[in-house]
């Protein structure tokens, strides 16, 4: 599963809307879209954050995340 299907799923359980999540987390409601998306990725001090806001385990979801990136080649 995906960062961003993730946060989705865990911000749907606990009802809320991406507009109050960003509140909350004291982003704009698009920087949340832009997460769940996968367009963009939240920062380190925000992953753990949002591990924390929306009780998930910042340790298996960044393995199995971060599993399905590609490193450039040269």
Same mark, same amino acid.
Do not use: I
């Given at each position: 599963m995906? !960062? @961003?299907? /993730? =946060? /989705?799923?865990?911000? %749907?359980?606990?009802? /809320? ?5 960003a509140?909350? !987390? ?5 920087? &949340? *879209?832009?997460?769940?998306?996968? #367009?963009?990725?939240? +920062? %380190? #001090?925000? =992953? &753990?954050t949002? *591990? #924390?806001? !929306? @009780?998930? +385990?910042? #340790? $298996? $979801? =960044? $393995? &199995? +995340?971060?599993?399905? %990136?590609? =490193?450039?080649?040269?």
């Open positions: 995906e !960062l @961003g299907q /993730k =946060l /989705k799923e865990c911000r %749907l359980a606990l009802n /809320k809307t991406q507009q109050q999540m509140t909350e !987390l004291h982003v704009t409601r698009q920087t &949340v *879209s832009h997460w769940e998306n996968n #367009d963009t990725y939240p +920062s %380190l #001090d925000m =992953l &753990v949002l *591990s #924390d806001y !929306l @009780g998930f +385990s910042l #340790d $298996t $979801t =960044l $393995t &199995v +995340s971060y599993t399905h %990136l590609t =490193l450039p080649t040269n």
